[in-house]
């Protein structure tokens, strides 16, 4: 099977740590550890008392900032460590969030074809709705995760400022591009194109 078959095969997964700390604002592909995600639906229950207001579920989960850096945060980290008095998200109060979940949550969803797509999962990150994260440092566990790019929320910053646990290399970042243009396009490109402002 060629690269011209299947374009995946051009351009496999990271094989370098996905991982880091390196700054205490959040950023694009920040991971978060209990953000609250609204499920909406199949009904709607109206509070009579509250025009325009219903109630609905919220489920907690581990979530990935999707929106562009520039989107929400200014000025720069450099800017902001020498003068911490100024506010760092002044762009817009909310950011969009990607559920992640473990991979064998994201597995269920597949049936028959569950071992074939687990596979491309595991060697490529080649399904184009998910990305692919390894096990988290010191999770003794091994267990491996997915960002669902089907499942997003848009969620107040301040709800976030405490639940960053990790920060996307900058290998791990460039593949976040990847994934969000394959998601939203069905277009391949080349990871080496997007270089990420990690600031």
Request: glycine residues 4%; contains cysteine.
């Amino acid at each position: 099977m060629t690269s011209a078959e299947r374009p995946y095969l051009q351009f496999p997964r990271p094989t370098t740590p996905y991982y880091e700390i390196r700054s205490e604002y959040l950023s694009q592909g920040d991971l978060l550890e209990e953000v609250p995600f609204g499920v909406i639906g199949p009904e709607l229950l109206y509070i009579e008392e509250v025009p325009g207001a219903i109630l609905h579920r919220v489920e907690f989960h581990r979530g990935m900032i999707l929106s562009p850096t520039c989107d929400f945060r200014r000025p720069t980290i450099e800017e902001l460590r020498k003068d911490p008095s100024q506010p760092p998200y002044t762009l817009q109060p909310h950011v969009v969030i990607g559920q992640v979940l473990p991979i064998e949550t994201i597995a269920e969803r597949w049936g028959a074809n569950r071992g074939n797509n687990m596979r491309l999962m595991l060697e490529f990150d080649a399904p184009r709705r998910y990305m692919y994260l390894p096990p988290l440092p010191a999770d003794e566990t091994g267990r491996q995760w997915a960002v669902d790019f089907t499942r997003t929320d848009s969620i107040a910053i301040d709800l976030l400022l405490d639940q960053r646990s990790f920060q996307l290399t900058f290998a791990a970042a460039q593949h976040l591009q990847y994934k969000l243009v394959l998601a939203s396009t069905s277009v391949y490109t080349d990871r080496a194109a997007y270089d990420q402002p990690m600031t």
